[in-house]
């Protein structure tokens, strides 16, 4: 298993991974439609927007927590 003190990055890995995954398969299937070589184009933009998106998830997910607890007034250390 991985440390706890990793988790940050865990995090950040699969749902940079899960996203990428999704919002590719959604632009490429918008912009192509169902081709025959749909799964070629998808696994393309795939493999461009992982690596974008993995250090995005990870710069942006303390900004999205902050906002978060703004918004639901959650009290800091309260967790």
Same mark, same amino acid.
């Given at each position: 298993?991985?440390?706890?003190?990793?988790? +940050?990055?865990?995090?950040?890995?699969?749902?940079?991974?899960?996203?990428?995954?999704?919002?590719?398969?959604?632009?490429?299937?918008?912009? /192509?439609?169902?081709?025959?070589?749909?799964?070629?184009?998808?696994?393309?933009?795939? +493999?461009?927007? !992982?690596?974008? +998106?993995?250090?995005? /998830? !990870?710069?942006? +997910?303390?900004?999205?927590?902050?906002?978060?607890?703004?918004?639901?007034?959650?009290?800091?250390?309260?967790?």
């Amino acid at each position: 298993m991985i440390a706890r003190k990793y988790e +940050a990055i865990v995090f950040a890995f699969f749902m940079a991974l899960l996203m990428s995954c999704l919002m590719s398969l959604i632009v490429s299937i918008l912009n /192509v439609g169902f081709v025959d070589n749909l799964l070629s184009i998808w696994m393309k933009a795939w +493999a461009g927007a !992982f690596p974008v +998106a993995f250090p995005a /998830v !990870f710069l942006v +997910a303390p900004i999205v927590r902050n906002l978060t607890e703004r918004v639901l007034d959650i009290e800091r250390g309260a967790r």
